[in-house]
């Protein structure tokens, strides 16, 4: 089973100031872990994602992250925010060792982080 | 590439009628659809998976038949609310992965989502 626990379910920062959105996840396998963006009425898009390559991940519109196993996080940064990134955040879970399975790329979203951001 | 559409956008409907939502990928070939459900200011809940030419597979607690599943095509997957009630307004999101054993064919890619309000 898998689960994904996202601290925060709001987070306020300044324009220009750093962000850091927390994740933390269980999972009786290697995880394929995810960040998604979500801006109102509309459906997710994908910032980032780690698949056990490089621990870590750098994404679209400025965002990294940080796969931690001993810490079992994902949590998610960028240095100087901008109004623009004002959005919920999902993190996501996935089991990526049942490939071919009917389920594989089954994903768990954790309970989602709104981010203000403030000029 | 990757991209899913979603129709309609938004549908507003009476109670004890049905509704039909439509996901598409219009660019790559879909062996696996998935929909989902999100309550607002709460996360993604997953309803089902359905892969192309076989029942789909509901998670605990998903009405089967309320809830209905096509996946007729490769690029298609419709989503039937049947005899809709107050309860079931919500905000419906699909996303598809792509077919074969490439790398990457656990990605999911998401529509932007149909938002239903039964009255």
């Known amino acids: 089973a898998q689960s994904v626990t996202q601290l925060g379910s709001h987070v306020s920062v300044s324009e220009g100031a750093l962000v850091l959105l927390r994740c933390n996840y269980s999972?009786?396998?290697?995880?394929?872990l995810f960040w998604y963006v979500q801006y109102p009425n509309q459906g997710l898009q994908l910032l980032l994602k780690?698949?056990?390559?490089?621990?870590l991940v750098k994404g679209i519109n400025g965002f990294e992250a940080e796969f931690k196993k001993s810490e079992t996080s994902f949590h998610l940064t960028k240095p100087s925010a901008h109004m623009s990134d004002a959005a919920e955040y999902f993190c996501a879970v996935s089991d990526g060792s049942n490939a071919g399975g009917t389920s594989y790329g089954k994903l768990t979203f954790g309970q989602g982080t709104i981010l203000t951001v403030h000029p | 590439g990757a991209v899913v559409s979603q129709h309609p956008s938004r549908v507003i409907c009476k109670s004890g009628t049905s509704v039909k939502i439509e996901c598409r990928s219009l660019d790559f070939q879909a062996t696996t659809m998935f929909w989902y459900r999100q309550f607002p200011k709460q996360s993604l809940m997953l309803m089902a998976t359905?892969?192309?030419?076989?029942?789909?597979?509901?998670e605990q607690g998903v009405e089967k038949d309320k809830f209905l599943i096509n996946h007729a095509s490769l690029t298609l997957s419709t989503l039937t609310v049947t005899s809709a009630h107050p309860e079931d307004s919500s905000f419906y999101i699909c996303?598809?992965?792509?077919?074969?054993?490439?790398?990457?064919?656990?990605?999911?890619?998401f529509g932007p989502g149909t938002r239903l309000t039964v009255t």
């Open positions: 996303s598809a992965r792509r077919g074969g054993a490439r790398l990457y064919s656990y990605e999911q890619y």
């Open positions: 359905s892969n192309e030419g076989s029942k789909a597979t509901y």
């Open positions: 780690y698949t056990s390559a490089a621990t």
């Open positions: 999972s009786s396998v290697p995880p394929y």
